[in-house]
């Protein structure tokens, strides 16, 4: 159980474009899913926490109007890199957590992301 | 100062080793801790978790909490190959509030 899945795996773009990737909870109803950044032997560095039908809730110094993220539903989280640049690059992973068992975390797989 | 502190490593042991993974937090508030296991280019992945003091076993995997020093540990039995990945610690001040990561340490288990 617990399963949380993210799409696409790997996206390689080019710089001043826009990529979504999806996260979703497969086999339980995520009151709250997290997204992350990794980058190289680094640990995770949290960038927003959202609430089903509510807005996100952005760590200081993340830009809101470049990370858009949309938890539109209990399974589903998107988080949208727009206008990418080579910076950007890194390793975005999601997490979810449920109502019944709160303090947990349940991450995805991940998703790399390189920007041309 | 960092609220958790983790070792980063690398640490290479031989197979069948006892391996010991430890993290240091400044947050006494912390009731909830966590260790989850990173393969390379994967998500993390949690292997045990434990509510405020005490040592919690599952097979060759033991945690230990010991509150009164801010010190968590990860115990592995008889190492394997497989146990190859970067371990990270994570805590939290109670249900609905925000998790603190370690920077992780990176095991190798060597055949």
């Known amino acids: 159980g617990a399963v949380v899945s993210q799409h696409p795996s790997r996206v390689i773009c080019k710089s001043g474009t826009s990529v979504k990737i999806e996260c979703r909870s497969l086999?339980?109803?995520?009151?709250?899913m997290f997204w992350y950044r990794q980058f190289p032997k680094q640990s995770l560095m949290l960038m927003a926490t959202s609430n089903e039908g509510s807005k996100a809730t952005y760590e200081q110094g993340v830009e809101k109007d470049k990370f858009l993220i949309n938890h539109a539903s209990l399974t589903l989280s998107t988080l949208t890199v727009t206008s990418a640049h080579p910076e950007d690059s890194s390793f975005y992973i999601c997490?979810?957590?449920?109502?019944?068992?709160?303090?947990?975390?349940?991450f995805g797989p991940g998703t790399r992301l390189t920007v041309l | 100062q960092k609220e958790v502190e983790q070792d980063p490593g690398p640490l290479s042991v031989p197979e069948g080793a006892i391996v010991s993974l430890n993290c240091t937090y400044s947050?006494?508030?912390?009731?909830?801790f966590m260790w989850y296991r990173q393969y390379s280019r994967k998500g993390p992945e949690l292997l045990m978790y434990?509510?405020?003091?005490g040592n919690k076993e599952d097979g060759r995997f033991t945690a230990q909490v010991d509150k009164s020093s801010k010190y968590i540990s990860l115990f592995i039995r008889d190492s394997q190959p497989s146990d190859s990945a970067t371990y990270l610690c994570a805590m939290s001040a109670g249900t609905g509030n925000q998790f603190y990561f370690g920077t992780g340490t990176s095991l190798t288990v060597i055949p």
């Open positions: 997490s979810a957590r449920t109502a019944f068992l709160a303090v947990t975390q349940y």
């Open positions: 086999d339980f109803q995520a009151t709250t």
């Open positions: 947050n006494s508030a912390f009731q909830y």
């Open positions: 434990t509510y405020s003091s």
